[in-house]
């Protein structure tokens, strides 16, 4: 389980992403600086304990209208080779020292965890409380045959559009291929299939028939709750899986 570490940042993450968010093609701010508070998210531990995994969820009040958004992050103890474009800022953490920040689309131990919570076995965690279960983040499967057994090899692409992320991932179903920092980004082991994994940046609550009506070939979807900027609380979805190519 993930320690918590009741300690200082420097900069803060909200600080970080207020320079960060305005360059983000499904940032919608009219071109003025974010006004950030925290409105949700969970944490997802790392099997090697080495990488710090965050869904956080932020809402923007400096406009008319505030919005809600879904900013995945790592947070590592040194550069993640090949993700300088990922690169969201370093921190100084009162108790680890620099931290550098990556945005979670395009590290591949944060896409590993999420489908493992997808396949039930990775447990959503407080963000604020160490060894403490989150149950408001919930998983909704409608086929888990197709992607059960699968394992991350890389993630091969990242896509933004408007909404969201899109991420095609590599996989495995080879027994030897743990779901762990190292083995996640291993590419000694062969893929031998692949999934699509959706990422929502602009958070919409859930209305009407829900998460089964988000489009043909759905194999799963996690869902999470934020407050919005009138401190009432939503259920939407966090993040959508389909075969690769749907």
């Known amino acids: ?14 600080e970080v992403l ?10 919608r701010g009219e071109h003025r600086s974010p006004q950030l508070t925290k409105a949700g998210g969970f944490r997802l531990d790392d099997p090697q304990g080495e990488v710090g995994i965050e869904c956080l969820v932020v809402t923007d009040r400096s406009g008319a209208v505030p919005r809600s958004y879904l900013v995945p992050l790592t947070y590592r103890g040194a550069p993640l080779d090949g993700a300088e474009q990922a690169l969201v800022g370093t921190t100084r ?9 990556y945005d979670g689309a395009h590290d591949p131990v944060f896409a ?8 039930g076995r990775a447990v959503p965690q407080s963000q604020n409380d160490s060894d403490t279960r989150d149950d408001s983040v919930t998983r909704h499967v409608e086929d888990a045959a197709a992607f059960g057994s699968s394992r991350v090899v890389a993630v091969v692409t990242v896509a933004h559009d408007a909404r969201g992320t899109e991420l095609a991932l590599a996989t495995t179903t080879a027994p030897d291929a743990e779901q762990a920092s190292g083995a996640a980004a291993d590419r000694s082991v062969p893929a031998s299939g692949g999934l699509g994994l959706r990422l929502a940046r602009r958070l919409e609550p859930l209305a009407g028939a829900g998460v089964a009506a988000d489009g043909p070939g759905l194999l799963g979807a996690v869902t999470g709750v934020w407050r919005s900027g009138d401190g009432a609380e939503h259920r939407g979805v966090f993040a959508t899986l389909r075969p690769s190519g749907a």
């Open 1 to 14: 389980m993930a320690v918590i570490h009741h300690t200082t940042l420097k900069p803060t993450k909200l």
């Open 112 to 119: 590993a965890e999420l489908l493992a919570v997808f396949q």
């Open 93 to 101: 953490h009162g108790v680890l020292g620099k931290r550098w920040i």
């Open 18 to 27: 207020t320079d960060w968010l305005p360059g983000q093609p499904w940032f």
